[in-house]
């Protein structure tokens, strides 16, 4: 699976990194000074880089933890993300990582502590109120949990750390981790979908939406809190029907009391990295597609993204009730 | 597909390969090629790699070609005859090191290599050693994509038969005896290539349109993008030459065209 390791000098000896020079006898090994030597460079093919992504190991020793935009959220005032791997095993056409970073290869960072210690401070700030911990921003949470033993790691600080919620967002069916645990009431696991005729044409290697459903239904058999998140909608023919279709198929399958959170979210993009995009896949339908700029960002245009919002909003209000549907809007219009 | 080569000997067997012609219009490097493959012959050490390197790039029409650099080289632990790709190309004076992306998937050894500015004798390092690579990188990266820039070298010294002097007849036999693995490689870089060059047919398309209407510099960008929407939508290129042919303007064109992309605009 991974046929290449570049690891920055100074975590050579770090267990984690030998842990994994041991999973993968077979890897080159490279040695660099800084991961931004292998990753950063410009004129580097992301496209042909995502057919066979190397590792890199690195520490991360700027700051870990990050503000959310204020339009996003699944109900806590005080949100956040962090990054603890960049880049993501999937591959979806509508992913602004392949217009954000250079490279596709997995970039992990592997000082988890250091992480778990901002967080901890963070959250200790508002130690009266919960304070949300988005992990999965920059890489899908637990696709490669495998090869990261990242939420291996965090599932016990969280347990101790009541205040602080952990979003782990994901379309991987590999919860064991989470299965072979208590639940924790401050964990959220949130699923993303588009429906299975969207999924199947522009979600490259994802699991199946069928499988991800009776993922989420182990979990919620074991009491873990689950989230929904429609994000990015995407217009296709015969909207109605395929999002009616998915969201009936998922609330048919898991019970309402597990559900935290469902969010929807229009397709947008920061214009540049829509340009990257484009160009790195010019045979690409979606980028074809009724898409506009506005402001700084391309998405549908207005009347498209309100009205199958509206949709979406209507099937779901039909499980749920409308204090778990949140709406993720860009920030800057 | 282009090739990098110090030296001729080294050289020879690709040119007896691909049955290369040498060309008689260049006079600062002398330059190999058919109809799908060009070689260059750079010479030996950093300068000449860096300028062999420009003058490539400036026979290379578009950033999708491939560049293969070649050659022998001394390494610290691997054996004579063995052929690598290099990983990391460094040079004790230059601040930048190089990481040629990993996209070879065949067997052959991979390791670092030091360019050095004269033939290394103590190989200090259990690393390779050669006088160009390091500047191939630096000017060729400017233009190429990273992935499409490789370098394969095969051992000719080493610690335990360090180099005495350029022997031209075994540099060809060492280069010989692993062309069947160059010329895989070459080939697995060029269908790379290719898989992310544009297609030719919707150039040519393009340019047909343009000789019917007149397009301003903004609306020439817009008449690239929209035909290539166009083409990934499913319509045909002869209904877009019909929309061509019975519009008046460029902007009836536009209007035109759209109005037949806008039913297809919806993913199915």
């Given at each position: 699976m991974i046929d290449t390791i570049y690891f920055e000098e100074q975590v050579a000896d770090h267990p984690r990194a030998n842990a994994l020079f041991l999973r993968f006898p077979q890897a080159d090994r490279i040695p660099c000074t800084h991961y931004k030597e292998v990753f950063n460079p410009s004129g580097q093919n992301f496209r042909i880089q995502k057919k066979k992504p190397a590792l890199i190991l690195a520490k991360n020793?700027?700051?870990?933890v990050h503000p959310v935009p204020a339009t996003y959220g699944i109900g806590g005032k005080e949100n956040y993300y962090f990054s603890h791997m960049l880049n993501c095993l999937y591959d979806c056409r509508y992913c602004f990582l392949q217009g954000m970073y250079p490279s596709a290869h997995y970039l992990l960072f592997i000082n988890y502590e250091d992480f778990l210690e901002e967080i901890e401070k963070v959250a200790a700030e508002k130690p009266n109120q919960a304070s949300w911990f988005f992990s999965?921003?920059?890489?899908?949470?637990?696709?490669?949990e495998k090869l990261t033993r990242f939420a291996q790691a965090a599932l016990p600080f969280f347990a101790n750390h009541t205040s602080a919620h952990l979003e782990l967002r994901t379309k991987s069916v590999a919860t064991q981790i989470l299965e072979n645990e208590d639940p924790l009431p401050n964990v959220v696991t949130a699923f993303s979908f588009t429906p299975k005729e969207i999924s199947e044409v522009i979600e490259k290697e994802v699991p199946s939406v069928s499988s991800r459903i009776q993922a989420m239904k182990r979990l919620s058999e074991k009491g873990w809190k689950l989230g929904i998140r429609l994000d990015p909608i995407i217009d296709c023919n015969d909207f109605e029907k395929l999002y009616e279709s998915l969201i009936s198929e998922i609330f048919a399958n898991v019970?309402?009391?597990?559900?935290h959170s469902v969010s929807l979210g229009p397709f947008r993009l920061p214009d540049p990295f829509f340009k990257r995009m484009e160009k790195l896949y010019p045979e690409e339908p979606l980028f074809a597609s009724n898409l506009e700029k506005r402001g700084r960002s391309v998405s549908y245009c207005n009347e498209i993204e309100e009205h199958r919002i509206r949709i979406c909003k209507r099937f779901i209000l039909q499980h749920l009730p409308p204090e778990k549907l949140f709406f993720c809007q860009p920030s800057e219009e | 597909m282009n090739f990098i080569i110090a030296l001729q000997p080294e050289a020879r067997p690709l040119i007896d390969r691909y049955k290369l012609v040498k060309r008689n219009d260049t006079t600062s490097f002398p330059i190999f090629e058919n109809e799908n493959h060009r070689l260059i012959i750079s010479g030996m050490g950093r300068i000449n790699a860096a300028a062999a390197t420009g003058f490539l790039l400036s026979q290379i029409d578009h950033d999708s070609e491939a560049i293969l650099n070649l050659g022998i080289a001394g390494h610290g632990e691997l054996p004579i005859n063995t052929p690598f790709i290099a990983n990391r190309v460094f040079h004790v004076e230059e601040k930048n090191v190089h990481y040629p992306p990993p996209v070879i998937d065949c067997s052959i050894a991979r390791s670092a290599l030091q360019t050095c500015n004269a033939s290394e004798k103590?190989?200090?390092?259990q690393i390779g050693y050669d006088m160009e690579a390091h500047s191939i990188c630096s000017v060729a990266y400017k233009s190429i994509t990273r992935e499409l820039v490789q370098i394969i070298k095969v051992v000719s010294d080493n610690p335990s038969r360090p180099l005495d002097s350029f022997e031209p007849k075994t540099a060809t036999d060492l280069i010989s005896a692993q062309l069947s693995l160059i010329v895989e490689i070459a080939e697995h870089l060029d269908s790379l290539a290719q898989s992310i060059s544009k297609d030719p047919k919707i150039f040519s398309l393009i340019k047909k349109i343009k000789i019917r209407h007149h397009f301003s510099a903004t609306q020439t960008h817009q008449l690239e993008k929209i035909i290539h929407q166009a083409h990934i939508l499913g319509l045909e290129h002869s209904e877009i030459i019909k929309i061509s042919n019975s519009s008046t303007t460029a902007r009836n064109f536009f209007h035109d065209l759209n109005q037949k992309l806008e039913p297809l605009r919806r993913l199915s």
């Open positions: 020793s700027g700051k870990l999965g921003y920059d890489c899908d949470s637990l696709a490669l019970t309402i009391g597990s559900i | 103590a190989y200090a390092q």
